[in-house]
């Protein structure tokens, strides 16, 4: 399986051998895989996720791996899929981190910036009214049929439509008001 491509795109690429199975750019066609989408809307994460310590700049692993969002400078990676972020949060992450720094193309960052650009080093994702709903739906119809049901505005570009956007965006505050304390 393959989760990025070419310019860092979010793709879903399943593979045997030379044969692709399975293909999406979640960019291109947002809302053709369901599966995905809904983990990257936060659909599908665990209650615990709302609600995680770790999510914060102060890590309790020795390293931290994951995107590098919010990169500043106007370099071109030296790898398609973009930039990773590694934190060594204790000597043991630095100790190991130095044992395989050859293999690796390093550029040292201000934490501030890896922060700014990653929500999951701020704070953990807020749940909202849609992904309860979802939650309940998904007791009832398949993962589809229910993440159709809760993004069914996005989809079709409902907040497009002058008047209906601002009628939307005050009910998505009143109901996560309601439902999200």
């Known amino acids: 399986m393959i989760f990025r491509e070419g310019n860092g795109d979010y793709i879903l690429k399943v593979l045997s051998k030379d044969n692709v199975l399975y293909y999406n750019n979640l960019w291109e066609s947002r809302y053709k895989d369901e599966y995905c989408n809904a983990f990257i809307d936060g659909y599908t994460f665990r209650d615990s996720c709302h609600s995680c310590p770790y999510a914060a700049p102060t890590r309790v692993s020795d390293i931290t791996i994951g995107d590098f ?3 500043k400078d106007n370099i071109a990676p030296p790898h398609p899929n973009g930039l990773s972020c590694i934190l060594c949060n204790t000597e043991k992450g630095n100790y190991f981190l130095d044992k395989i720094k050859d293999n690796l193309y390093i550029y040292e960052r201000e934490l501030e910036e890896a922060v700014n650009g990653n929500a999951q080093l701020q704070a953990p994702v807020p749940q909202n009214y849609r992904i309860l709903f979802y939650t309940h739906l998904t007791r009832i119809f398949n ?5 159709n049901i809760c993004i069914f505005d996005h989809k079709y570009n409902l907040y497009k439509i002058r008047g209906l956007g601002f009628i939307l965006r005050r009910i998505d505050k009143i ?7």
Request: glycine letters at 6%; proline letters at 0%; aromatic letters at 26%.
């Open 69 to 71: 969002w919010g990169f």
């Open 175 to 181: 109901l996560n008001k309601i439902f999200c304390r």
């Open 143 to 147: 993962l589809s049929t229910a993440y």
